[in-house]
Structure formats: C-alpha cells, structure tokens
C-alpha cells in the first residue's frame, strides 16, 4: 500500500508562490500557472519543507525530470533565492508569427501596417505604438497612466503592472487588467459623454485587455487618458471623448474586426491629436 501523504499546507503554498511573485519561480517562463515542486523529493524525505520546495509551472515541472535540457537542483535553488520586485506584476505576451501582414484590431476595424507606427500618442504615459520584427511578429509599445503615474508599461510583448491597486490576469496569449476605481479617473463631463453611448458600459471596460486571435493578429481593448480627452476600445468600437461632444465620435466596422482594414503607410501617428478639442485621421 502507498504512503499516505499529507497536502502542502496551505501557508506553505501561499510562501512559495508569493517567493515566485505569483508566476513561476523559472525566470524564462511567462506561466503563472503553478504547481509545488519538492526539491528533495517527498519519497525520500516524507517532509514539507518550503526551503526545499518552489512555486513553477508544470511544463517546467515536467523539465525537471524529462526533456534533453533538464532543469537540475541547482538551478531551481538559484530560482528560489532571486531577489524579485514585490511592487510590480508582470506577464509575457506571445503573438504567433504569420506570413501575411500582421494586424491589430481594435473594436470592429483593424489596422495594419509595413513598419513600427504609432496609433495615437496622449501624453508621455499614455500611448499605443506597434512595430513588426523580422516583418512578421508584431509587437505593442504601451503605456496608460494618468498625468503624473504611469499604471501600465508595456515593451517587447512584457506586460507591467506599476499599481498594486488595478489587477493583473493572466493566462497565455491573453493579458488583462481591470481597476475597480476605473470610472473614478474619469471627469464628470466626460461622463455625461459616455453615457449618451449604449456601446460604452464602465462596469464591464477592462483598463487593458490583449489577446493574441490568430497567428500575427493582436486584439486590443482599454482606456486611455489625458486631460480633456479619453480614448475607449472595446469590442465593438474604438471612440474618441473630447469636450464638447454629445456622442462620443466612434470607429466602428464590419464584423469582428478583421474585415474593416486600415492600412497605415504614412510616416507619423495614425490618429493625430492636435489638441483637447480636435481629433483628426
């Protein structure tokens, strides 16, 4: 008859993913997907241990005992002394390469483009720039924050929570990240705005939200701010909220977004803000 082996408690497992920093304790995974490994197998030593146990996902789980490139003791001991950043959250966004052109929707319209080009520019914490390495996979430069405090900072596909007060899920090929004070960083006449738009609802608006539909297609949803003008992406449309609206002025296209094409060859931003009052294509 086997052993009878007790469950990890549940404050050593809490330890060790809060070591790993919520994701797996492998610095070269992405996963936040994790399962207890003992390092000094249970079998053999019978003990719960945390100082001989890490947080890691299950293909590096797997890695430890399987594969050409085996993950020894060793370096999961060196995994499990790394000094992390408790303050931030991270996840790792990975588009499949294509052949065709790659391609971002945002709402109904998609937009695409031969070279690095920026969608719209705000302010210095708040814009949406693409570029394609090796012509195929495409990759997003994103930051959303308010005048003073960036929330989120995006380079090379690392998605990076600099609040703790906004939440980061993840899983792969899929990032997003709500803020239960979202309607709070918007001005009351902005308000009345977006409530004049049955296709704009705060309640279920994700600050930012990625995911990866289809090899070299990147779907993008979020807000972003400046002053006196605030942008909103969501499944149905990209829209603009400026001062003197009484709708908000919306893109919306055919379908789910693959079919309205915007294609980009101009050499500056996209949509071009001159000012508070005046958005332009």
Not at 187 to 197: C, G, H, R, T, Y
Request: proline share 5%.
């Amino acid at each position: 008859m086997a052993d009878y082996r007790p469950k990890v408690p549940t404050d050593v497992k809490k330890a060790l993913i809060d070591e790993a920093h919520g994701k797996c304790a492998n610095p070269g995974c992405p996963n936040m997907l994790t399962e207890i490994h003992h390092i000094k197998e249970w079998c053999v030593y019978k003990v719960h241990d945390k100082d001989h146990m890490i947080a890691i996902c299950p293909a590096c789980h797997d890695s430890v005992t399987r594969g050409v490139l085996r993950i020894d003791d060793e370096t999961l001991y060196r995994w499990k002394n790394i000094n992390r950043d408790k303050k931030l959250s991270s996840a790792y966004l990975y588009l499949e390469p294509n052949e065709e052109l790659p391609k971002i929707i945002l709402g109904t319209i998609s937009v695409q483009g031969a070279t690095k080009f920026t969608v719209f520019e705000l302010s210095e914490n708040n814009d949406l720039e693409f570029c394609l390495k090796a012509n195929t996979i495409l990759l997003p430069r994103l930051r959303i924050g308010s005048k003073d405090k960036l929330l989120i900072d995006i380079v090379d596909g690392h998605v990076i929570r600099k609040d703790q007060q906004i939440t980061l899920d993840y899983r792969p090929g899929k990032v997003r990240i709500t803020d239960d004070g979202l309607s709070e960083r918007i001005p009351d006449w902005a308000m009345s705005i977006i409530n004049n738009d049955n296709g704009l609802d705060l309640d279920t608006q994700p600050l930012l939200d990625l995911e990866a539909v289809e090899p070299g297609v990147l779907r993008v949803q979020g807000m972003w701010f400046r002053q006196e003008l605030i942008i909103i992406v969501n499944m149905r449309q990209l829209s603009f909220i400026y001062p003197g609206l009484v709708r908000p002025l919306s893109f919306i296209g055919d379908g789910d977004g693959t079919k309205s094409v915007l294609m980009y060859t101009g050499s500056s931003v996209l949509f071009g803000i001159a000012d508070a009052y005046n958005v332009r294509h």
